[in-house]
């Protein structure tokens, strides 16, 4: 994890790390502000013993290529991605997205062309389910 890399928690939100501090073993990873929508609290700090321990424990991902944080069922740009697409070294080149249920077609995204993300847990924790 590094400045200005991107991070996805395992409740679905990303965020940019600003600040990286590692002293006596600990790791803390200080991050954009994140909702939690589910407890109504603003987070922004990581604080482990180790990188290890805050990847393997907590599901966290990162990567300096937003891209590579995508899952299917994430929206990208309002479109739902249906598919991921890697490279031979097993890197995403681009993800593919259908809007309207395919009504206006595929669309390929590659990192450049990513502006905004919805992932597929944020999309369910704040979706309201009519007869609940």
Request: cysteine-free; charged content about 30%; aromatic content about 12%.
């Amino acid at each position: 994890m590094n400045v200005n890399d991107y991070l996805r928690d395992n409740k679905g939100n990303i965020a940019k790390i600003i600040e990286v501090e590692r002293e006596n073993n600990w790791l803390t990873v200080r991050y954009d502000n994140v909702f939690n929508h589910t407890t109504g609290i603003t987070y922004n700090l990581i604080h482990f013993k180790n990188e290890e321990e805050i990847l393997e424990y907590n599901h966290i991902k990162s990567s300096p290529n937003i891209i590579d944080l995508i899952e299917v069922g994430d929206y990208v740009n309002g479109m739902k991605i249906t598919d991921i697409r890697k490279d031979l070294l097993g890197n995403v080149e681009y993800v593919f997205g259908y809007s309207k249920e395919g009504f206006e077609g595929e669309t390929m995204y590659y990192d450049d062309d990513i502006k905004s993300i919805v992932t597929h847990e944020q999309f369910e924790s704040m979706e309201y389910k009519v007869g609940e």
